[in-house]
């Protein structure tokens, strides 16, 4: 007898698992590639992030701090061209090779200020180094490192002196060992005085320019002018670092020096009166005559290349991210230049955040001495210098 036929077993045939598995491929596939495509977008926005805040927080610091440059000094003392001591010798393009990081190029920016937040009374003693001495019962108050400088100015009258720490003082001294700072006048002989003690002022230098820590390159700013002072880094990644400068050039109603030739004519094309924004290196000098608070507004030694004619400073600043973009984010552009900067070469992946503004420097046009007569204690209607300083 024929026995009834058997259900067929259950599974799958062939067929259904090829295009099973042909269907769970697309997607799967479809899934990895938008995955890969998340993680490319937030890698790129990662980068741009990193670099953006980086210029960002550098921009900052220079507009904060750089506006300052001159404050309670002779215009002539705010900024710094000498290169002694530079590495290479380099005030403008210093550049350096960070294998494998890449290649870096930094400008150096060095400015003064006075701090308007301190003031003591003495007088100077020895013949250099010389002996600072403060009022009896009187202290610095606050510590001081080596290098730290000082301004020294007498009462009422036109004389100052520029002084440079010896050794750490600290807080609770009352004496302190200096040494003369280069662009300072000679020690006047009103400084001396015991009877009529001296103010007793505090100097900040500040220095910024790009260095090497660890194989990557920081801007930093060194609080000292010296090449071992204390700094602190203020952007990581910074592959270049520009400044140019500003002169005060004659209006259209100057009696004395319409017409008169720009000191960056020398620089090619150049007559905008900005020096370090072209290819020849032409920066502030101290040849021409210095200009002097008796100096005429309107006058030839106030349209020259003189670092006392500096009214603004134009800074730029590339922050490059540390490593390329992922490939499905890459924009293959040249990286950008910056004033005088060497033209860069070539395409890469990585990406960079550029800035570049001017910053205006307003106590570059001061045309008074920054220190007043004393008040007269003796004189109830006199109310000069009340405030101290």
Not at 290 to 299: F, I, K
Request: charged fraction near 20%.
């Amino acid at each position: 007898m024929r026995r009834p036929s058997q259900a067929r077993s259950a599974g799958f045939t062939l067929l259904e698992v090829l295009i099973g598995t042909t269907i769970s491929s697309v997607v799967l596939l479809a899934v990895a590639a938008t995955v890969i495509g998340v993680n490319s977008v937030f890698q790129g926005n990662s980068l741009s992030k990193q670099t953006v805040e980086g210029s960002r927080v550098g921009m900052d610091y220079l507009k904060r701090t750089l506006r300052l440059a001159g404050y309670g000094l002779d215009p002539a003392l705010a900024f710094d061209f000498n290169t002694a001591g530079l590495p290479g010798n380099a005030k403008d393009n210093f550049v350096q090779d960070l294998t494998p990081w890449g290649t870096v190029i930094t400008d150096d920016l060095a400015f003064r200020y006075r701090d308007p937040m301190y003031l003591r009374r003495g007088h100077v003693s020895g013949s250099g180094p010389y002996t600072l001495n403060l009022e009896a019962g009187t202290s610095f108050g606050q510590g001081f490192r080596l290098g730290q400088t000082l301004l020294l100015a007498c009462p009422g009258g036109l004389e100052y002196f520029l002084g440079r720490l010896n050794a750490d003082a600290l807080a609770t001294a009352n004496t302190a060992a200096l040494t003369a700072v280069p662009e300072s006048p000679a020690l006047p002989a009103c400084l001396t005085n015991a009877d009529r003690p001296a103010f007793v002022l505090l100097v900040h230098e500040k220095r910024l320019r790009v260095e090497s820590f660890g194989g990557r390159p920081y801007l930093v700013v060194r609080h000292g002018w010296a090449a071992d002072s204390d700094f602190d880094p203020l952007v990581a990644n910074v592959e270049s670092f520009q400044v140019a400068y500003q002169m005060n050039r004659p209006p259209a109603s100057s009696t004395c020096c319409v017409g008169q030739a720009a000191p960056d004519a020398t620089e090619g094309t150049g007559t905008s009166w900005l020096l370090g924004d072209e290819d020849v290196a032409l920066l502030p000098n101290t040849g021409p005559t210095r200009p002097t608070y008796d100096t005429q507004y309107d006058a030839v030694e106030r349209y020259t290349a003189h670092p006392a004619n500096i009214r603004a400073v134009r800074v730029g600043l590339t922050v490059r991210s540390s490593r390329q973009q992922p490939s499905q984010a890459r924009e293959l552009e040249p990286p950008p230049r910056l004033l005088n900067a060497p033209a860069p070469a070539g395409t890469d992946a990585f990406f960079r955040s550029t800035v570049e503004t001017s910053i205006r420097v307003p106590n570059m046009t001061s045309r008074t001495f920054f220190i007043p007569d004393l008040r007269n204690p003796t004189d109830a209607t006199s109310k000069k210098n009340v405030g101290g300083g």
